[in-house]
């Protein structure tokens, strides 16, 4: 459904320019919707295959781990992730009994595939008949615009009418549950029941159009730290669902990608630019979030990348294994020793880690990793909520104020603790202490990135510490965007009440920091 939803993105646009009788973009998603229903019972035989696939596969990863056998293990955890993704292929599968399986389960897919092919086409044709009713009451309401955007996605319904079985099936993958509110009738939707506002997208697009005006020739930003940069401003498309594909933005981000995987290539999965084995974590881990999330886009896509799936799996797996001994991460990816660990440095490793599993990555000793590191933030949180940088509400601002709260907490939420006392207990400090002035102390623009995604993984659409938070936060954001785009220096020329405030003279970084704030509403949705 992806290929259509990205279609109707380009109608609601069309929809949004002019108010008419018929609100296009609804009438084509409630096609959409039914068509997806017929469909997902249509596939059921097949989702119990898939399940039964699975259990097998499990239980060869059991027999593998206990045998001492990691390309064993390694084989199963790419066979799943292949078969989420719709791009198994027995063929390409070295290990023995993973291919045996494989080969069981494409033979037994491709009969139940054959045997759903006459009802899969049936509901497609119906979709094109109620498109075209729809195009045709468009045209006689005078909305010739809106009827003439419908033509990519009657042309696509027409394609998957006349493919063979096997790629019909294939077109019903689903976008990413965490990806899905990302487009454009969703997106505005869950703005408006957020409390923002047209101006607050208006103010993200502009700052899109900033960033792709100050791009290097090579696909990077700035002229230091290009990995983090690089890394940032693709998050920051991809945020607002600009891909390859995008119309506006589509080669920007294309070149972005190709920069990142052209320097992991490099250094066997390794993205660094900097040379600084301080700097070094946080750029990896940044890149590998956007390389991490662009893999997820372009295999939903059925774009190939060249190398992309090679260096976010190599990068992923470079983060677990130089984990440190706290079961956190420290500066210059030490493991023990006297540079100890911190939560700052750690934080960008767990969402990283965070994308890589959402986008399907295989990566050994994930869950271990995973629970080493979850404990290891909980430690460093004080009686009072907030979160330290290497102890238990160690070094705050000068204020007093944890900022590393928002850091502590979204990360517990992004592993499954949402409810756990540590995360309420973060919430509630941010509700009550957090502060923002974008034109004196208190503009941690860093904090807030991590603050503005806590609150809105806890508050939803509808949350009142999120809508608190977001009105506190998002109308100074709009306000103090410059007219070509990029966000004028924080503070007001006073010092912030935060740590390594690198954003009030690094206009690339805060840029991409706003951004990603005001992506908040949307860009990564609770589950």
């Known amino acids: ?55 097998a596969l499990k239980k060869l990863e059991e027999k593998a781990r206990a045998t001492g056998d990691v390309a064993g293990e390694l084989a199963v955890v790419r066979a799943l992730n292949d078969l989420d993704a719709g791009t198994l292929d027995p063929g390409k599968i070295e290990h023995p009994g993973v291919a045996g399986l494989a080969r069981i389960h494409a033979e037994e897919s491709r009969k139940l595939a054959e045997a759903a092919a006459p009802g899969l086409r049936q509901a497609r044709m119906d979709q094109l008949v109620a498109l075209r009713k729809l195009e045709k009451r468009l045209g006689n309401a005078g909305m010739t615009v809106d009827a003439k955007a419908l033509a990519p996605v009657i042309a696509r319904v027409e394609d998957e009418i006349a493919s063979p079985p096997e790629e019909m099936v294939a077109f019903f993958r689903p976008v990413p549950k965490s990806m899905r509110f990302r487009h454009g009738e969703e997106r505005m939707r869950m703005i408006e029941l957020g409390g923002g ?82 700097q070094l974590p946080y750029e990896h881990a940044i890149a590998t979030q956007a390389l991490a999330e662009a893999l997820a886009w372009c295999e939903q896509l059925n774009l190939n990348v060249p190398n992309l799936a090679e260096v976010t799996q190599n990068a992923g797996q470079f983060i677990v294994s130089n984990q440190h001994e706290s079961g956190g991460w420290a500066y210059g990816y030490s493991e023990s020793g006297e540079l100890g660990a911190n939560l700052s440095v750690a934080a960008w490793q767990i969402v990283a880690l965070a994308a890589c599993k959402k986008a399907g990555v295989p990566i050994v000793n994930m869950t271990r990793s995973m629970r080493r590191a979850l404990d290891y933030v909980e430690a460093r949180q004080a009686e009072d909520g907030g979160f330290g940088y290497e102890g238990k509400g160690d ?106 405030a690198l954003y009030t ?23």
């Open 1 to 55: 459904m992806k290929a259509l939803s990205h279609a109707v993105a380009v109608v609601v646009m069309a929809a949004q320019v002019a108010v008419a009788a018929i609100d296009t973009a609804a009438e084509v998603a409630k096609i959409e919707i039914a068509t997806e229903e017929r469909i997902t019972a249509l596939l059921e035989p097949r989702a119990k295959l898939n399940e039964k696939f699975k259990a």
């Open 197 to 278: 506002s047209v101006e607050s997208e208006e103010a993200v697009l502009k700052g899109l159009r900033w960033l792709k005006s100050t791009q290097n020739e090579d696909g990077s930003w700035t002229g230091g730290n290009q990995c983090a940069m690089t890394g940032l401003a693709l998050l920051a498309y991809l945020g607002h669902c600009e891909t390859p594909l995008s119309e506006e933005f589509g080669d920007s981000c294309l070149r972005a990608i190709t920069f990142l995987v052209s320097r992991g290539m490099a250094k066997d999965g390794v993205l660094d630019s900097s040379g600084d084995k301080n």
């Open 395 to 500: 070094r705050p601002a000068a204020n007093g104020y944890h900022t590393l709260t928002g850091a502590g907490v979204f990360c517990l939420q992004l592993w499954g603790k949402q409810s756990a006392q540590s995360t309420q207990r973060g919430l509630r400090y941010l509700d009550s202490k957090s502060r923002f002035n974008f034109n004196g102390e208190d503009c941690d623009l860093y904090g807030h990135f991590f603050e503005s995604l806590a609150m809105r993984q806890d508050g939803g659409t509808g949350g009142k510490k999120w809508q608190i938070y977001q009105a506190r936060v998002m109308p100074q954001l709009i306000e103090n965007q410059q007219e070509d785009g990029s966000w004028k220096a924080p503070g007001g020329g006073k010092k912030p009440n935060a740590v390594a």
């Open 505 to 527: 003279s690094n206009v690339h970084y805060r840029n991409c920091l706003c951004l990603l704030i005001l992506e908040s509403y949307y860009r990564i949705v609770p589950e």
